[in-house]
């Protein structure tokens, strides 16, 4: 029962925290990724930014701690769920309005999160994996997980991070961002909670020569900053939907493969464990690419 508190408290940590990014990038002049150190400057020097840092840190640490006694898979409708209250916020704080399509996309994330929950019910209540499989791992599996989750966000970065121009150019909704930046920091909390594993085996003078701590840095230094260039062009309700279930999706799978998370064998759990991904996938397919024209646009055009 403690970890799933400390499950839900992460996803609210979490909320404050995209927030913060939000408000303070939208304090800024505009940021690009093609311009790292011109970026750096900027979100270092906002206090709001780093007050945002420091709130997001304690979010992957409560969510590395739950992860330790809990089945990732169990902690899942937590952040599905915490998605109602950011919802409000964006709207209610800053006029966002999903649309039709949108309002699907985000039921399809909730629906694959409680449906992966289900298939590890009910919860065990006694630790399952504090056997110092993080302090083991083979070199080829940390690079099958942490190389791919690369590509996308540094494409991101080194291509596409380009603001949308002409006359009839369309903004994006954020999905592109959600992506880049979820992957990110889908595999920062991978590695922490593979810090988190080590630490609570007894396996903390490992930790220095281990790869975790440094591949969190890594992730999460390029994730935050993709995130919140994402967070300063685009619709906080999108990015941090998208971010939400690109990262969890990619913590399930990268944790079975990296520390053994328990993927059910039986068939009815192997069933909801596949739909809850199948959903997950279907969700981002849902979000539309593009933000509406203004109607009047639409009516001049015509």
């Known amino acids: 029962m403690e970890a799933v508190v400390l499950a839900c408290a992460a996803q609210a940590v979490y909320i404050v925290a995209y927030v913060l990014f939000k408000t303070a990038t939208g304090r800024m002049s505009p940021v690009s990724g093609r311009h790292p150190l011109h970026a750096a400057g900027r979100f270092l020097g906002s206090p709001r930014w780093l007050a945002g840092l420091l709130v997001l840190l304690a979010g992957f640490a409560l969510s590395a701690t739950a992860l330790v006694t809990l089945p990732v898979a169990a902690t899942l409708p937590a952040y599905g769920l915490g998605l109602v209250p950011l919802l409000a916020i964006g709207m209610s704080g800053f006029g966002e309005r999903p649309t039709s399509r949108e309002w699907l996309a985000v039921g399809l994330t909730v629906a694959a999160m409680v449906t992966a929950a289900l298939s590890v019910l009910p919860v065990p209540d006694a630790p399952h994996r504090l056997d110092g499989a993080a302090a083991a791992l083979p070199p080829w599996r940390v690079a099958l997980v942490f190389v791919p989750s690369l590509v996308l966000p540094l494409w991101m970065f080194c291509v596409r991070d380009r603001a949308v121009g002409g006359r009839h150019a369309r903004p994006l909704t954020g ?128």
Do not use: N
Not at 184 to 189: H, K, Q, S, Y
Not at 201 to 210: E, R, T, V
Not at 252 to 260: D, E
């Open 175 to 302: 999905i592109a961002y959600g992506l880049g930046a979820g992957v990110l920091l889908g595999a920062t909390e991978v590695f922490g909670q593979g810090m988190a594993m080590m630490l609570a085996a007894d396996h903390w003078a490992d930790l220095p020569s281990s790869p975790h701590p440094y591949l969190f840095l890594l992730a999460g230094i390029l994730g935050v900053g993709l995130l919140s260039i994402g967070l300063q062009r685009c619709r906080l309700t999108i990015v941090v939907t998208v971010v939400t279930v690109t990262a969890k999706t990619h913590l399930l799978l990268s944790a079975t493969l990296l520390y053994g998370e328990p993927w059910p064998r039986e068939t009815g759990p192997f069933a909801l464990r596949a739909a809850g991904v199948a959903l997950a996938l279907l969700a981002l397919l849902a979000f539309p690419r593009h933000e509406r024209r203004p109607r009047a646009i639409l009516a001049v055009s015509r």
